[in-house]
């Protein structure tokens, strides 16, 4: 059963507009949420993270929306650039544990 | 400083070989996990390791998997009579502490059973 689940696998957007990334979670156990970026050949780099004490944590032209009741959450890049193409994967703990799920990804295209 | 640094880049066995996997992590970093992902799928979690305790393996797929982190620092994963189903990214990962820390992946190992 996956626990983290992104359901686009692929998104593309134009270069200057607005990316935004889903994931969806079936733990209600989990507190602490992740989004990590992913280019070819390279390890998945931290982007940013949001406390389930929260539904807002902005960095730069990231943000990430927390939704606890609807167990959503979302990852938004505005505005989005070339270098933004890459994979996005979120990740999720449970309060206290170490072990991180991870959806499957999605592949972000931005158009120039 | 340094980041996560993984050996080797890339690794082709014949099925049926022994092949082992070397992770470096940050220095000072406690924890220390390995995950893998198989084409198209995400990141599977393989095993954790923090400080002196016992590692948790419930993430190993089958007893041909092992691994071991020496002296808190260097870590070894090892598989065994290698599979066509185990080719796949490993990746190592380090924090800095047990939990709401992020992960800090090297670039992975790609492993090609042929």
């Known amino acids: 059963d996956q626990q983290v689940k992104q359901n686009s696998p692929s998104l593309s957007v134009q270069e200057g507009r607005i990316s935004i990334l889903n994931c969806d979670y079936t733990?209600?156990?989990?507190?602490?949420f992740l989004w990590y970026k992913k280019y070819p050949a390279e390890g998945p780099t931290f982007l940013i993270s949001?406390?389930?004490?929260?539904d807002k944590n902005e960095d730069g032209r990231f943000t990430v929306f927390l939704n606890k009741s609807a167990k959503h959450l979302s990852l938004h890049i505005v505005p989005s650039q070339p270098g933004d193409s890459a994979v996005y994967f979120c990740a999720a703990s449970e309060g206290g544990t170490y072990k991180y799920i991870f959806g499957t990804g999605t592949r972000l295209k931005v158009l120039a | 400083g340094a980041g996560v640094s993984q050996s080797p880049s890339n690794k082709v066995t014949e099925k049926g070989k022994d092949v082992e996997l070397r992770c470096d992590p940050i220095?000072?970093?406690?924890?220390l996990y390995w995950y893998r992902q198989s084409l198209g799928q995400g990141l599977e979690f393989l095993i954790y390791?923090?400080?002196?305790?016992?590692?948790?393996k419930s993430g190993l797929p089958s007893d041909r998997f092992s691994a071991e982190r020496t002296g808190g620092s260097v870590s070894t994963l090892t598989i065994q009579r290698t599979q066509q189903e185990d080719s796949a990214v490993y990746l190592c990962a380090s924090s800095l502490r047990r939990d709401n820390s992020p992960l800090h992946f090297g670039n992975g190992t790609r492993l090609t059973v042929t």
């Open positions: 390791f923090q400080g002196n305790s016992a590692p948790d």
């Open positions: 949001i406390s389930s004490i929260k």
């Open positions: 220095s000072g970093h406690t924890a």
């Open positions: 733990n209600s156990m989990f507190d602490y």
